[in-house]
């Protein structure tokens, strides 16, 4: 049962005296419950037994790490329909999507459970001695992958589950053995709590130490501020605007020690439509696209906001089409009266930039706080010359560049921002084939490039990579999805002559976690 | 032959009007060529030809790169005593050392070639899609790492060679697909501008693009500057001061699109002594860390500069022993009369502190820029209380912390700054489980963890790890040493559906590189 208050390790506590409320934009009113902002005071403590934490849970074994992972998703399933019901009053969003993204993140619990309990993902690494050698003996030197301390994790307002109190970085903090502080977002407090009591439930249940986590209300910026800043946080994950990720790097950047931080940010996912296809199936893709850029109200960072192609008959009639299929959309409801506001004052200023042509821009009345879809178009040259053109406006909007030629296309693309994902729309690999420089830039710019589909639905496997070039993320060396998402908050630690026995599992001789490890420049799980 | 002119490109281009000289130390005079400073004008030639590169280097196969790097290191064997006396009379280093890092550099080179040549290095992931799952179909997604775009080194004053103009970051950048841009070290630059030479060379004769590679003649800070804050260089690796990392990060963490900086910096290496140990091996530690701590003249990143242990008997005796034994030493010639400067300047301060005790501290009459070693002691509530304490002297110096107990000893190396390498001397593994906390405290100060060794030697495998919480360096979760470090300049990048001929050959079904993959999380070189 939801009442409010943080939780700074497993103590509920509301010191302070600023509250706030979340709010129901279905019905367009704010929800019951009082939240209460965590003081600095609280702050401190919840940072404290971090620490403290650290101490023993970065010692914590792949098995029992297991089982905390396993316990969170368990206990977030037990929540049942309160969270359900919370979720979808604190978003807006319909209960499939509610249960979708439920069972997402209990998907992305496990998989770091079944990662840390198998164990090779330490990618321990081991050269033997060779006391022989000339001029100087080798020394034996063995290394593995160790947490880096407690990490900060932002909410995400558009994930209120699967990127945020239990979301993929909690998880992969907690996987690789860092305590992790949450900043719940202001917009699901609710939800978030609720979560934080199964995470809570879970750490009591299997022993882990107090203050392995802890769930920090705040309306504002400043109890982020202050997280970021303190100087025993030594990570950080955020998921949201480029304005708000930014914030948090350049404040994490200018502290004594400075600490990574991987924000996963803005992207408008071009998708490049080439001729061909355009003509053989443009009615099939505008049907297509008009449900990708209105899926989930336009609410997904993978979300279609730029549309490419190059001038032509079938290009005019694909626009048509777009613009027939997306005004046949039913408006949906976006998270919060911010969210919608923001849609509204973006696509407006959008809409008032020079040479923007609107195709479809939906009028008729709608139910607060929903939003309404619009497509608009513009020449290649003036994309290029107003930069303005290539911000992202988050919800279900797009604009088509008509671009002159291949080689206009090929310019376009190579001035656009870091994105997370680009899509290239083509007839079969033939006519792939043919634009070769196009695949190229666009593989420059962007994290993951998808073939004849749509950007939008984000795999949660090994081989999917969310992120890319600033500012898209704030370091494209990582993923923000799937299990290498855990390199965020590890580091390589080697020990050298090291005696066995004081060795931690993964790197003694006789391989007792019978782990794969390279020793000697081989892949093994035999002992040495 | 040195010239004294920068490297744009393939050509030798001196537009600017900017001089100087580098200095023999040994001799005490400056050497004669006169270098000429690149201008504003040469650097933007050097990043455009470098990006222009990028777009043909990326996409260059392992074997390829194998044969560039390996030419490379061939092209330096070639210069041979050219090479040779060029480093001494640069550096004031012997001959005997200007070799092995000579050794060192060609292997590390070699070592990268091995890498990309036999080419799993990319960590090729595939998850093969499910057309019939429900509720949604499983894309096909595959992932490999790529090259981030041009990346500028900066020479090292203390490894010419190995950390420098053909060095372990230069090697790395290569081997990953970036063209290098080196900002050459002005005490060098001769030895800087042979290795260009040689880079050149193996660029032609193995067919690499002009721009793969550039070297940058510069006295000041504003050739860097330019070039870590050019919006077409894509990452930083430098290896030096705190104070210069620092400027580094600092401007690229500014810059609209921040860039990656690894800066490997300070370091004093603690070295514990547990109490038996000192008490049975005293005097043999003693000549051992004399040795350590004046070894190249003090000027290794890896340098013993702090040794910490429980007063006692043993530990008086073991001060007077180490005094004793680095006074026999030969006092021997720094790299620079600035760098003998600085030395001299940093020992004065730490020596009018409050609370330290000289206890050698060699006062005889020395040759210009040969370096007087120095040993202080100071107690371990002092050390504490004052942070001064806790800074490098780069050179021959080191502080030997008395502490009052165990506990005192664990809660200063829980203040300690983050460090390249910690050391435990202990009386065999029975010892060292005694302190298993002092071992636990240590762990999460460093990159390295030695046992009953010395800090200085830094091997280079897979399993080493040089690097460490800031400021040892900017981001403890890469290593400047060892293949791994290649992941410094690369990330990951996934194709969603992507027809199979027009994948990477690392990614394609058919596995024509016959690399090791992840395939549906299962390690095989197998074909799909």
Chains 1, 2 share one sequence.
Not at 127 to 150: M, N, S, V, Y
Not at 346 to 359: E, R
Not at 450 to 462: K, M
Request: glycine letters at 8%; one cysteine or more; proline letters at 6%.
């Amino acid at each position: 049962m939801m009442i409010g208050k943080n939780y700074i390790g497993n103590k509920q506590s509301a010191q302070g005296s600023k509250n706030y409320k979340t709010f129901n934009p279905q019905l367009n009113r704010e929800n019951e419950i009082l939240f209460t902002e965590a003081t600095p005071q609280e702050i401190d403590e919840a940072v404290y037994l971090a620490s403290e934490a650290f101490k023993t849970f970065r010692t914590v074994s792949g098995e029992q790490k297991a089982l905390f992972l396993n316990a969170i998703a368990d206990e977030i399933l037990a929540l049942d329909d309160e969270l359900i019901q919370t979720y979808c009053m604190e978003s807006g969003l319909p209960e499939g999507r509610a249960k979708g993204e439920r069972g997402r993140t209990v998907f992305q619990l496990r998989s770091f459970a079944d990662l840390v309990k198998e164990g090779s993902w330490v990618e321990a690494s081991i050269d033997t001695a060779q006391p022989d050698r000339e001029p100087l003996p080798k020394p034996d030197l063995r290394k593995l992958l160790i947490p880096l301390g407690p990490v900060v994790v932002f909410g995400a307002s558009n994930f209120p589950l699967a990127y945020s109190t239990a979301g993929g970085d909690t998880a992969a903090a907690f996987a690789a053995g860092c305590p992790v502080i949450v900043k719940s977002h202001p917009m699901h407090a609710g939800t978030g709590e609720l979560v934080a009591s199964a995470i809570i439930k879970a750490a009591e249940k299997t022993g882990m130490p107090n203050g392995v986590f802890s769930n920090l209300n705040s309306s504002g910026i400043e109890v982020g501020t202050k997280l970021v800043k303190h100087p025993q946080i030594k990570a950080v994950g955020f998921t949201g605007s480029i304005r708000g990720g930014r914030a948090l790097y350049d404040l994490a950047a200018q502290r004594e020690e400075p600490i990574p931080v991987f924000a996963e940010m803005g992207s408008v996912n071009p998708v490049v439509i080439l001729p061909n296809a355009l003509k053989n199936r443009g009615a099939a893709l505008a049907k297509t696209y008009a449900g990708s850029i209105t899926l989930g109200t336009g609410q997904f960072c993978t979300n279609p906001g730029l549309l490419l192609a190059i001038k032509s008959e079938a290009l005019s009639n694909f626009v048509s089409e777009l613009a027939n299929e997306i005004a046949k959309i039913e408006p949906s409801c976006m998270l919060h009266p911010n969210i919608i506001g923001a849609y509204e004052s973006n696509k407006s200023k959008m809409m008032a930039q020079k040479g923007l042509t609107v195709v479809s821009d939906v009028k008729k009345e709608v139910n607060a706080n929903y939003a309404r879809q619009a497509i608009t178009t513009v020449e290649g040259h003036t994309f290029l010359e107003n930069t303005n053109l290539h911000q992202e406006v988050f919800g279900p909007f797009s604009m088509v560049v008509q671009c002159k030629d291949a080689n206009q296309l090929e310019l376009i693309i190579s001035k656009l921002e870091g994105q997370l994902t680009a899509t290239l729309i083509a007839e079969e690999k033939e006519e792939a084939h043919d634009y070769s420089r196009i695949i190229s830039a666009l593989q420059n710019r962007v994290g993951r490039i998808i073939f004849n589909g749509v950007p939008t639905g984000v795999e949660v496997c090994p081989s999917m990579v969310h992120g890319g070039p600033y500012p898209a993320s704030t370091d494209s060396r990582f993923t923000a999805v799937g299990i290498n998402s855990i390199k965020r908050w590890v580091r390589p630690f080697s020990y050298q002559d090291w005696p066995n026995e004081l060795l931690p599992q993964e790197l003694k001789d006789e391989n007792p976690l019978r782990i794969l490890r390279q020793v000697n420049n081989m892949l093994t799980k035999d002992k040495i």
